[in-house]
Every structure is written in C-alpha cells, then in structure tokens.
C-alpha cells in the first residue's frame, strides 16, 4: 500500500512557476512509476508527465512538453514537478499517481495509487 500526499499549488500570475511535490509512504515507493495528471470541473482528467523507477526516464504531454519538468528523489519518497511559464490554461487540480509497473505510462488506467490533489490557479 502506497499512500500519495500533494503539496506545493497555489495562485500565481501567468508567466511565474511552481513547484509540485508528492511525498510517498511505503519502502517500495523507488519501484513505482509516478504520474502527473490534472483535471478541471466537467473534464477528464488529463495525462501532464510521467517518470519511471530510477528517475532516467520521462515523458511529458505535448502541452507542458519545454514547461515542465518531473523528477524525483526516492532517499527522500517524493517526486517533483517543476512548473515553468504557467499559463492560465495550466488551471486545475493536481494529482500524482503511481503505477506497479515501474515505468513511464501515460494512461491513467495504469495507475493504483492516487494523492488527493493539490489545485493550482495561474492567472491572466
């Protein structure tokens, strides 16, 4: 059982950053794949990055894709997503999530752990 903590949202003006953060309990937690994924009010939710086990893998969606960075630090459980000129189309809810597999995997369906999210405003 893995449990996903979020932190790090906030209101910022387009153009500004942020960091997200998503601290992880378990030992197994290095194992795991992590995804970001962010969803508004009537949508689905949306696919940001994912990271593999080691760190040396990642992929990004074509959105954030020169934006946005994930990384992680499994001495520390957590995993990282740096925001970068936010925009306020980047508004929503952030969740991370982790996947058995160990991989990088952008399908929301692969993932069986889930944080409870973290909003993020950017405005105009």
């Known amino acids: 059982q893995v449990q996903l903590v979020e932190s790090g949202g906030g209101l910022v003006q387009a153009g500004e950053s942020l960091r997200l953060s998503c601290a992880a309990s378990g030992r197994t937690f290095s194992s795991y794949g992590v995804g970001w994924f962010r969803q508004t009010p009537g949508k689905e939710r949306e696919f940001v990055a994912t990271?593999?086990?080691?760190?040396?893998?990642?992929y990004y969606s074509n959105s954030v894709k020169g934006r946005f960075t994930i990384s992680r630090d499994n001495a520390k459980n957590t995993v990282y997503l740096q925001m970068s000129s936010l925009k306020p189309e980047d508004t929503a809810v952030y969740y991370c999530?982790?996947?058995?597999?160990?991989?990088?995997?952008?399908?929301?369906?692969?993932?069986?752990?889930w944080g409870q999210g973290t909003q993020v405003n950017v405005s105009s």
């Open positions: 999530a982790a996947n058995l597999a160990g991989s990088v995997y952008y399908s929301p369906s692969g993932y069986v752990y």
């Open positions: 990271i593999n086990r080691s760190g040396g893998s990642t």
